[in-house]
């Protein structure tokens, strides 16, 4: 699969980004709905992923979607029970999803360690992972949905999702959804998609700010792989772009991107 070439936006400060990158993924979910009925979305956590779910909340235009008839995945979770507050889901709801008319049977949660699977990480992956092959229509890359935007934190480490560098995850081919044990940041025991599900996705939005990511952005976009920097292997099919504020692209080349939008 050929990777979209990375497109860079970068803005003024943290703030900014995540009200244009909440602007932005309206607009995308607005023009996917009216092209085909419905749009599918993949959530990150993080506080990147977290600022940009209150930039929604906030927005007056977050009325031009359709709720109803948006389909929510998550990109990764920390394996802990359904109502602690370390989860993905518990913060998005909190920031975003409680706040919008959504449909419940469209909002895919990944499992909880306190949910039917029990503690077996790796029964709750291959669960989440026939969620999404139902999901998917026959002419989808890898079993799983075409995601009109697949969101990723990028980690002071350069990890996405739960794919840590040189853990048994990234090197990952096969299969679309995994249980991560040892992770080196808690807790260790997450659930995540593997790179070739991320692929999938027909736009990949990549977000980091602050100044602790500005070395994890400039090594991730020179290119030394995916098992070194797992961010430099995700991409969408028609689109990746990388979402930064001036202090993470601090260490860029100024030549990779245009000048701060605002």
């Given at each position: 699969m050929t990777a979209a070439v990375p497109q860079l936006v970068v803005h003024r400060d943290?703030?900014?980004?995540?009200?244009a990158a909440a602007a932005r993924l309206i607009t995308r979910i607005v023009d996917a709905q009216a092209a085909r009925g419905t749009a599918s979305v993949v959530l990150t956590g993080g506080r990147n992923g977290n600022a940009l779910m209150a930039a929604i909340a906030a927005s007056p235009a977050r009325d031009a979607v359709d709720w109803s008839r948006l389909d929510l995945w998550?990109?990764?979770?920390?394996?802990?029970?359904?109502?602690?507050?370390e989860?993905?889901?518990?913060?998005?709801?909190?920031?975003?999803?409680?706040?919008?008319?959504?449909d419940p049977a469209r909002v895919h949660f990944m499992p909880a360690s306190d949910g039917v699977?029990?503690?077996d990480v790796e029964a709750a992956a291959e669960r989440y992972a026939e969620e999404l092959a139902k999901a998917a229509r026959p002419q989808d890359r890898f079993g799983v949905p075409a995601f009109d935007v697949l969101l990723l934190g990028v980690g002071p480490d350069?990890?996405?999702?739960?794919?840590?560098?040189?853990h048994p995850g990234v090197r990952?081919?096969?299969?679309?959804?995994?249980?991560?044990?040892?992770?080196?940041?808690?807790?260790?025991?997450?659930?995540?998609l593997t790179l070739p599900a991320i692929r999938a996705a027909r736009e990949?939005?990549?977000?980091?700010?602050?100044?602790?990511?500005?070395?994890?952005?400039a090594l991730a976009l020179s290119g030394p792989g995916e098992l070194l920097a797992p961010a430099s292997g995700a991409y969408?099919?028609?689109?990746?772009?990388?979402?930064?504020?001036?202090?993470?692209?601090?260490k860029l080349p100024p030549q990779l991107y245009p000048p701060a939008s605002a």
């Open positions: 943290k703030e900014l980004m995540a009200q998550w990109g990764d979770e920390r394996f802990v029970p359904s109502a602690d507050p989860r993905n889901a518990v913060q998005a709801t909190d920031e975003l999803l409680g706040r919008v008319p959504l699977d029990g503690a350069t990890h996405v999702a739960s794919l840590f560098p040189e990952e081919s096969a299969r679309t959804v995994v249980g991560v044990r040892g992770a080196p940041k808690p807790p260790p025991t997450r659930i995540s990949v939005w990549l977000l980091a700010a602050g100044e602790d990511k500005a070395d994890a952005v969408g099919t028609a689109r990746t772009l990388w979402l930064l504020d001036r202090a993470a692209a601090a």
